[in-house]
Each structure stands twice: as structure tokens, then as C-alpha cells.
Nanobody, 125 residues
Framework: QVQLVESGGGLVQAGGSLSLSCAAS????????MGWFRQAPGKDREFVAA????????YYLDSVKGRFTISRDNAKNTVNLQMNSLKLEDTALYYC??????????????????WGQGTQVTVSS
């Protein structure tokens, strides 16, 4: 089992920045790709960003490209999401997810095996 704990959420004004972090524990050797998803009230959970094991490939939701950056530190078992130029529509509960067994990163929530509890990001005008 892999346990994931997110941190770094909070309240920020539009145009500001936040950095989210996710720490993995447990069977971390089994983790291949990792991702961030978000869910706004009344909406489905949506993909935000993903990164493969080596960090050589990253994937982003179109609306966050150029504003968000995903990175990972395998030595520390962490994955980060740097969010810049935040917009009101970025307000959501952000979840960290880990995939095992399959090396390819995925943008599909159903292909991730472990999830954190989420950290709230609220962007105000």
C-alpha cells in the first residue's frame, strides 16, 4: 500500500502562486507515475498534471499549461505542483495520485491506485 499526504493549499488572490506538495510513504518502491487531479464543487474530478517515474515526461490539462509545473523527487518520495498566475477557475480540492506497475503516466483517474485526502486551493478576486 502507498499512502499519500498533500500539503500547501490555501487562499490566494487571482494572479498569485501556490506550491502543492505530496509526500508518499509505504510501498514507495512500487510507484511509477504520479499525478494531480482536482475537483470543484458540483463538478467531476479532472486531470491536472502527471509525471512519469524519471520525470522526463510531463502532461498537463490544456488550461494550466504554461502556468503549472509538476516535478518529483524520487529520493524524497515527493511530487510537487507549482501553480502560478492562478485564476478563479483553479479553485478546487486538489488530489495527489500514484500509479504502480505500469510505467506510462496517465491522465485517467481510474488508472491510479492510491490517492491522498486532498488539499483545498481557493483563488479569490
Amino acid at each position: 500500500q502507498v499512502q499519500l499526504v498533500e500539503s500547501g493549499g490555501g487562499l490566494v488572490q487571482a494572479g498569485g502562486s501556490l506550491s502543492l506538495s505530496c509526500a508518499a510513504s509505504g510501498r514507495t518502491f512500487s510507484i511509477t507515475s504520479m499525478g494531480w487531479f482536482r475537483q470543484a464543487p458540483g463538478k467531476d474530478r479532472e486531470f491536472v498534471a502527471a509525471i512519469n517515474y524519471s520525470g522526463s515526461r510531463t502532461y498537463y490539462l490544456d488550461s494550466v499549461k504554461g502556468r503549472f509545473t509538476i516535478s518529483r523527487d524520487n529520493a524524497k518520495n515527493t511530487v510537487n505542483l507549482q501553480m502560478n498566475s492562478l485564476k478563479l477557475e483553479d479553485t478546487a480540492l486538489y488530489y495527489c495520485a500514484a500509479r504502480t506497475a505500469v510505467l506510462v503516466a496517465s491522465m485517467s483517474a481510474s488508472e491510479y491506485d492510491s490517492w491522498g485526502q486532498g488539499t483545498q486551493v481557493t483563488v479569490s478576486s
